[in-house]
């Protein structure tokens, strides 16, 4: 554990409600992958998660933050300290400001981005159809940037609503905001980097638009994506970056005769080249393994080394 006999009984006291010690990460990420973690938190209200997290941030213990664990992979060792996931907090969403082309809406952070996109259209609102069939929560989808060539969390999010590392409640507005590929990266006021910020909310921005042709476009994305990726397999989706310039990451896989390559149980997909595919019983190392075994092939065919998409945490 990363904490003595005496914090832990004091944190089984103070949060026994919503922790779990040494909780198997596995069940908490869509590789099924992943060691222990030494605390596993889902605090039921922004009450219990502000005075949790002044509590552990108080004895010093590292805390990460778990969205819907769609875009990691956890080590084997598991993870040392505090893994803290919002899903059990209320999952709202509210009609905010609105004009004749827009609407501001106001959503939970650890609120799934599918449920979001479903809503936006039930309402005939446009601007999240690039979310369709992209797993994972909207606060780490502003975190990770989600997003397709149509379109990014950045191109819609108004301002964010976070936890600060003193405790505080603080609005964050877009011009604090920079959002890049797979990347948002938080400013306070002065343009200093927020660091350890904890997301709970989003305001979105999105436009009119009419029901049935936005029914239309995400049934038809859905559509394409179900042909060309492996969507219902234990995935974390693209694994790597696409490069910035010249071919995608799973085009140069591809040609590199690396689909269906494996290490234990972790294989590349014959569907997608950049999604790497849990067939049952792979570990973290298998992933990591299939990682440098792609990622030195590519190099040496097209002298393009790639970067991980995919977050790898733990120990």
Known sequence: MAFDWKLKA????RF???IRMDEPMFRHTSFSIGGPADVFAAPGSVDQLISFVAWVRKEGLP???LGHGSNLLVKDKGIRGVVMTLKGL????????ETDCQQLLAVSAGRPLHSVLSFAIDQALKGLNFATG???????????????????MGDVVESIR???PEGHMVRIFRKSLSFSYRKCDIRDDFGNPVSDAIILEAMLR?????????QQERDAILSSRKKSQPMNLKSAGCFFKNPASGKSAGELIDLSGLKGANVGGARVSERHANYFINEGKATAADMIGLRDLV???VLNRFGVYLEEEVRIIGE
């Open 10 to 13: 004091e944190l089984e006291q």
């Open 16 to 18: 026994g409600e919503f």
């Open 63 to 65: 805390i990460t933050i």
């Open 90 to 97: 209320p999952s709202e969403i509210t009609l905010e400001q």
């Open 134 to 152: 992209i797993p994972g929560s909207v606060g780490g989808g502003i975190i990770m940037n989600a997003g397709t060539h149509s379109g990014s």
């Open 162 to 164: 976070i936890l600060s």
């Open 206 to 214: 999105l436009e009119r638009g009419e029901k049935n042709r936005l």
């Open 295 to 297: 990622r030195e092939r």
